[in-house]
């Protein structure tokens, strides 16, 4: 009975301080929650969880917009831990990840409609193109070019940032060793940093002069992520970085630590808008 006891006042006091932290984050102007969406493809009719119909999408970004719920750009989430720059009161930064077409003609016009913005993260080797080059088998879905992209970068709609150039695959496809930006069985460090410092070169190569916004965020593939490959992406001036670890965020003001390794939540099209405001509602 004393250790049922025990166990209970020890939940309460672990409940009591997570609500501490939630109310004084909310308070405190130097700390803000920042949940984070993550998409991929959109169609007309949802077939996976990665695929969010156009008509779920509509309700999901209808009901944020509704709950208060403010789209952010990574502009804006830097400006704050860095130089202090306010948030909206109830942030949310909108992602979608490997850069499909769908994009651009799904879901850019209702975001443009309602107001509001995202991220994409796009495959940098796949980029504009129609087939795979290690396989010459056809992408599909198909993937947009930045030249596509760019009215919607323009008008402020979308920020086209990094996937990656070329490790968004994993060993078992039969093209690399590597699993995502994970380092291989016995590499050296010295090795590993070369394989992600030339990535990256890469894909700033590629994106040179074809994007008007600057390159400032990768969206680690898969969300394999190593504390060495974030040490090595801050090096080569990426100040902010995802996973897809399904948490909500803490930025502080004057932590540039804040920015990295930034949770995101896997949206599909089995959730309603309410229930996606639901969601974020807790996660503050």
């Known amino acids: 009975m004393k250790k049922r006891i025990l166990a209970a006042v020890v939940l309460s006091l672990l409940l009591l301080v997570l609500g501490l932290d939630i109310i004084f984050a909310s308070i405190d102007p130097g700390r803000r929650r920042l949940p984070v969406l993550m998409y991929h493809h959109f169609d007309q009719e949802s077939s996976a969880d990665t695929v969010v119909s156009a008509g779920v999408f509509r309700e999901q970004m209808e009901a944020l917009k509704a709950a208060g719920f403010t789209a952010v750009t990574l502009k804006q989430i830097q400006a704050f831990v860095e130089e202090g720059q306010p948030l909206p009161k109830k942030p949310v930064l909108i992602t979608m990840d490997d850069g499909y077409t769908s994009n651009l003609t799904v879901a850019a016009p209702i ?39 760019a009215p919607w970068v323009k008008k402020g709609v979308l ?63 898969f969300g394999y992520w190593t504390e060495e490959a974030d040490v090595i992406l801050q090096e080569e001036g990426i100040p902010v970085t995802f996973t897809i ?40």
Request: with cysteine; aromatic share 8%; charged share 25%.
């Open 111 to 149: 975001l443009e409609d309602l107001g509001m913005c995202a991220t994409v993260f796009v495959i940098g080797i796949n980029e504009g193109e129609t087939t795979y080059i290690h396989s010459g088998e056809p992408l599909m879905p198909s993937r947009f070019s930045y030249e596509e992209a």
């Open 159 to 221: 920020d086209l940032q990094s996937h990656s150039y070329d490790l968004h695959q994993l060993a078992s496809y039969g093209y690399s060793d590597r699993d995502g930006m994970r380092p291989l069985a016995g590499e050296s460090l010295a090795d590993y940093q070369r394989v992600l410092s030339e990535d990256m070169a890469q894909f700033r190569q590629r994106r040179e002069g074809r994007v008007a916004t600057d390159l400032v965020a990768l969206a680690y593939p």
């Open 245 to 284: 670890d399904p948490h909500c965020n803490l930025l502080i003001r004057g932590d540039d630590s804040s920015l990295r390794l930034l949770g995101r939540y896997n949206v599909t099209d089995r959730w309603s808008g309410q229930a996606l405001v639901r969601l974020l509602e807790r996660a503050r």
